[in-house]
């Protein structure tokens, strides 16, 4: 099969490696395609602690495609069965996942993309999140994860306020919900726009989906006291300063909101394919970028450069 193997920073080649065997209650997939997450960026920057070579396909894990081997004792799964997968190795044509880490897709999501990975992570944020009726909501960076989670929180009666850096992100926000937006630019003018949106109140919940320290400092200053902070963002490039002194004041509630259990994981992926099925979420228009596997650096690229109108990219296999 060909897979592809980061070489050293920002450098990667696709190889024909051997197509992997499965296990006991595994199965291979015959990859579609594959989402390409932020949190790639880091590792392709080639941070001090990244190895190179990359196992084939590492990094990949939005996978989604057809079963095409089983292994000895799997039950519930078929051969040909179209399914997402909770896998790390999908910048390939093939990747195994255990299969309980898989979810099967229905005939009406047939040819769609499905990257199940963050469909199903931003139904688990919003889990975590409590979002109800009546409650005002900013979503501080409206990317892929912050574009759904703007359509869930407006879904579930929350009145939201999202804020990004991009005139292109903003409009999306408006398109899937968002009650008012603002631009990412300046600190202190956004914190007087949310209190004066909210009668110098703040909000109830605060969403942080970027990932850097000036956007956890924004996400602080802008929950309501005895509100929610949530932390959704993937803070993987170093330490993190807190005020201390407003969150104890506030007696903030903070969530991080990453899931480590594989099984809650899934869960939410189910709750994704019941949700995108079912036509109460519809994240067609979200995927703005494709790319064959031998212009994944391009994907990667295009991830971290966020050019105009870009969101998300897939890496298409088939």
């Not at 292994?71 to 390939?92: F, K, N, P, Q, T």
């Not at 968002?178 to 919940?205: S, Y």
Request: with cysteine.
């Amino acid at each position: 099969m060909r897979a592809a193997i980061l070489t050293g920073p920002r450098q990667v080649r696709v190889d024909e490696v051997a197509r992997p065997e499965p296990g006991p209650k595994q199965v291979r997939i015959r990859l579609e395609g594959c989402g390409v997450c932020a949190s790639n960026l880091t590792p392709w920057a080639g941070p001090e602690w990244m190895q190179f070579p990359t196992e084939p396909g590492a990094l990949g894990h939005e996978g989604w495609g057809m079963v095409d081997a089983l292994g000895d004792g799997v039950e519930g799964l078929s051969l040909g069965d179209r399914v997402a997968a909770l896998s790390y190795h999908s910048y390939a044509e093939y990747d195994l996942a255990d299969a309980d880490a898989v979810v099967r897709l229905p005939e009406s999501l047939a040819a769609q993309p499905f990257p199940g990975e963050p469909l199903g992570c931003a139904m688990n944020i919003l889990r975590r999140s409590e979002i109800g009726s009546g409650q005002t909501v900013a979503i501080i960076g409206i990317g892929f994860l912050g574009a759904i989670l703007t359509r869930l929180a407006t879904d579930a009666g929350a009145r939201v306020i999202a804020i990004s850096r991009r005139p292109f992100s903003l409009d999306v926000a408006r398109a899937m919900g968002a009650a008012e937006t603002i631009p990412m630019d300046d600190h202190d003018r956004i914190v007087r726009n949310v209190k004066e949106l909210t009668g110098g109140i703040f909000c109830d919940r605060v969403i942080e989906a970027v990932g850097m320290q000036r956007p956890l400092d924004l996400a602080a200053e802008l929950t309501r006291e005895r509100g929610k902070l949530i932390v959704a963002g993937y803070h993987q490039d170093g330490p993190r300063q807190i005020n201390m002194w407003l969150w104890n004041w506030r007696g903030l509630d903070v969530v991080n909101a990453h899931e480590r259990d594989p099984i809650v994981y899934v869960n939410g992926m189910r709750e994704a394919v019941d949700a995108v099925a079912s036509g109460r979420l519809d994240v067609s228009g979200l995927y703005t970028h494709t790319f064959p596997l031998d212009r994944l650096d391009e994907a990667l690229n295009a991830t971290r450069d966020r050019p105009d109108g870009f969101l998300k990219a897939l890496v298409i296999l088939r």
